[in-house]
């Protein structure tokens, strides 16, 4: 009975682990209507997941999916549209933190006395790893961090 339910978490947990691939075909079946006007090679390109400047909102959603952040960069000539996206990494941290306890002497006498154990916790830090800048609703530039 254990085996059978450990083999059916197994399973859905594997099945909720995409590819690259498998999340772009999703999307281009979400916004089907807009991949069909595109010229061969734009929707190849967009299959491999290759955006370019000069691509579309659409074009960008399809590779990358929902940014993390949408903001606004304006300046004289243009109010540009920026997509973030971020990951949340968490860095581990060991701390040497203070530990009292009991102990009883040989003559029944209680002292409380204090020791020091290494304990990990973790930092979480947001990292952003991508931006892409539109300009009227086109790829004007393209961001990412390594």
Known sequence: MYKMIATVIFVALLSGCMTLEERIAKRIEARAGFFATLPVESQDRLRKGHLQIGDSEDAAWIVYGSPSRISTRQTQACTNVIWSYVMTEAQPVDELRPVVY???SPHGRVIWTTDYH???SYVYEAREYLRIEFNNKRVC???TTH
Request: glycine share 0%; net charge neutral.
């Open 118 to 120: 290494y304990y990990r």
């Open 102 to 104: 009991p102990l009883t």
């Open 141 to 143: 530039a393209i961001d």
